[in-house]
């Protein structure tokens, strides 16, 4: 098989190379789908795509630079169809973004078509880019103001999973405390 297409909810048509060719060059147009290539390693299917368009990892707003890639292991274990993702992206994350996923066979299921109804999400005129000079957007603090944290607490990052954050925050927390006194 040289190349394998995949389509998920009418999203862009992706093509996975299979016959070992190489990625281009860093300077080739990037995507939506990017540039993916896939190889079986024994029975998982693992593949690798790199030229993705900036973007979102999460849609609350985890943003994605052009130079992440995504590695994907599809692993089918009878009904069960393993899709394990991981993000690697040396501008927005400190580590990898790893996520699965199960999906499981069955020939009888029935998806209903479902009516899209069109929402206004973002509450500003067509064409507005937010933008603020380095320093200078308060939205930054604005939860942390709001809900009396360090600021340090709610900008998220790999760090914060580990339980010597909480000794750090408190930390910072005292001297906050501290000084408003």
Not at 88 to 104: A, C, G, K, Q, S
Not at 116 to 142: F, I, K, M, W, Y
Request: charged content about 20%; proline content about 8%; aromatic content about 8%.
């Amino acid at each position: 098989m040289t190349a394998w297409h995949a389509e998920w909810l009418r999203s862009v048509d992706r093509s996975i190379y299979m016959d070992g060719r190489p990625h281009p060059s860093p300077n080739a147009p990037h995507t939506w789908a990017g540039f993916s290539t896939g190889k079986w390693e024994g029975d998982v299917l693992t593949i690798r795509t790199t030229h993705l368009k900036e973007g979102y990892v999460r849609r609350n707003g985890l943003p994605r630079s052009d130079a992440a890639t995504l590695t994907e292991h599809w692993m089918l274990r009878g009904d069960v169809l393993t899709v394990a993702a991981i993000v690697n992206d040396p501008v927005y994350l400190t580590e990898p973004f790893i996520r699965t996923t199960d999906y499981e066979l069955d020939l009888h299921q029935w998806v209903p078509p479902y009516p899209c109804q069109v929402v206004e999400e973002v509450d500003r005129p067509r064409g507005v880019v937010p933008h603020s000079l380095p320093g200078t957007n308060n939205a930054v603090t604005d939860f942390a103001n709001r809900c009396g944290l360090p600021v340090e607490a709610t900008r998220g990052g790999a760090e914060t999973m580990y339980p010597d954050f909480r000794a750090k925050i408190g930390a910072i927390t005292s001297k906050c405390i501290a000084a408003q006194r």
